[in-house]
Each structure stands twice: as structure tokens, then as C-alpha cells.
């Protein structure tokens, strides 16, 4: 897919990390029961492809990622752990004991597919106040999921959280049905709210619906220092395997930051 708006690559970038989301492979396995397939497995094989990070979302429900799997990712993966939660006491508590890298607080509503929208950091920034204190007392390294807004980001900078991820999920949505102008209006907002990220002095990252065909205008965004990929790689594995899937979305995303688009 091609950049939607005219802008200079981002040549001089620097290299975009890629961090993993091993979520499906638990889903699999819990819809049958047992320990088939093992998700910290997952991680291992995506390590060894050249991930940068591996994130798993525990759930309140634990619909798919337990919390078994969250410690085993950390004793047994070398690679930085983003542990995706909800801000809730049981979630951080947890989280506390875990020590994971990085702490991504998303919205959770039980009745989801899947995360639907960022976080409304400025409605509910007196409740996430405590708990994103409680994440970095522990050295856990605060991200919070928001959609691109202005006031999203200044409530984050309020709020003393050193990371955003930019939900995409929009979009994902846009180029899939195929809205021209819909994609290039959210993919100028994006980019505005990386670089308004980035001049705050907060570290920008991206995430949700991302895929080989719509990756790239992403990936070229100079600002962007991560992407979080999950669903998309696991699928594929099923054709390609997970190890050449990662490879791929990692190729695709070096190629956006020389300027190569596919």
C-alpha cells in the first residue's frame, strides 16, 4: 500500500522496533483447553526472527493470556516484556509483582472482540493518576493507549507517562474500505500526534490492525519509535509460519524507513 499523503521518507529515522503480541496463540489454546500451543513458545520462535519486544494482553477475563504466562514471559524471554492491562488494583497489583519492561494501560470491556479505542486519559485522568504512580515506583515503564488527539496526548503528559501508542485501529478500518480521503485525514492525524508526542518528550509508538499491506505509511513515520503487532502475525503464521511472518513485517518496515514502499 502506498503512503497516502506526499512526505519525505524517513531517511534519517531511526531503526522502528517491532514488539510481538503473542496474545492468539493463548487463544487457540484455550479454546480447546490444556497447554496446546504453548504462547511463551511463540515467543522463543519470535525472538529468534529478530522481534524487538513481545507484549501479552491479561485480560480480567483471561479469555486468552494467564497469568502464569505473563511470569513465565518474564523468567524465560530476554526480550522486553510490554504487559497490556487494564487500569485496574488487581491488574497492577499483578503487574507489580511481575516487573515487567513496559506496562501498556489499555480500555477493557468484557463484551470486545477485541481493544475498540484508545484510553480516555483526560475524562479519567484522577483514577489512572494512582495506578500509572503505583507502574512506576516499580521502574515499569508507562505506555498509555490512545487514539490520536491533542487533549489524549496533553492528559498523558500530565499524567507522567514517558510512552503512547497511537491506536491505528481506525485506520486499519479506513483501508479496508477503501475511504480515500477518510485513510489520508486519520493518517494526517497520526502523524500529527506523533510529532506532537515527540516535541512533549514523549515516546511514540503504534499499534492495532496493522498488516503487510497497510504497514508502511506507519512505519515511515520519522517519529515512531515501535510498532505493537499481534493478530495480524499470528494469522499469517498459519500459511508462512510466525518466524517468516515477522521477518517480513520487519522487512516492510525497514523498507518504509529507507524510503523502499512496496
Known amino acids: 500500500m502506498k503512503k497516502p499523503m506526499q512526505e519525505n521518507p524517513a531517511l534519517n529515522a531511526p531503526p522502528l522496533r517491532l514488539g510481538v503480541n503473542i496474545d492468539h496463540v493463548a487463544t487457540l489454546r484455550n479454546a480447546r483447553g490444556g497447554d496446546l500451543p504453548d504462547p511463551i513458545r511463540a515467543a522463543h520462535l519470535a525472538a529468534a526472527a529478530g522481534a524487538d519486544g513481545i507484549t501479552a494482553h491479561l485480560r480480567e477475563d483471561r479469555r486468552h493470556i494467564r497469568d502464569r504466562d505473563m511470569e513465565r514471559l518474564k523468567e524465560e524471554i530476554d526480550l522486553p ?45 484522577n483514577a489512572l493518576k494512582s495506578f500509572i504512580d503505583a507502574l512506576l515506583e516499580k521502574d515499569i515503564r508507562v505506555s498509555l493507549f490512545l487514539d490520536p488527539e491533542e487533549r489524549q496526548l496533553e492528559a498523558a503528559l500530565r499524567l507522567g507517562a ?36 515527540t516535541q512533549m518528550g514523549i515516546e511514540m509508538h503504534a499499534g492495532h490492525g496493522l498488516t503487510f499491506q497497510n504497514v508502511q505509511p506507519i512505519a515511515g513515520i520519522a517519529e515512531l519509535r515501535e510498532l505493537n503487532i499481534g493478530h495480524f502475525l499470528i494469522s499469517e503464521a498459519l500459511f508462512m509460519g510466525l518466524d517468516n511472518a515477522i521477518r517480513e513485517m520487519k522487512q516492510l518496515m525497514q523498507d518504509a524507513r529507507t524510503g523502499m514502499l512496496v
Open 81 to 125: 516484556l510490554n504487559f497490556e492491562m487494564a487500569a485496574t488494583a488487581e491488574m497492577v497489583s499483578i503487574c507489580r509483582a511481575v516487573k515487567p519492561h513496559g506496562a501498556c494501560l489499555v480500555p477493557e470491556n468484557r463484551m470486545e472482540r477485541t481493544t475498540e479505542g484508545g484510553l480516555d486519559a483526560a475524562g479519567q485522568a
Open 162 to 197: 514517558p510512552v503512547v501508542e497511537i491506536h491505528t485501529g481506525r485506520y486499519h478500518d479506513l483501508v479496508i474500505a477503501c475511504d480515500t480521503k477518510g485513510i489520508e485525514a486519520e493518517y494526517n492525524r497520526i502523524v500529527a500526534c506523533a510529532k506532537m508526542g
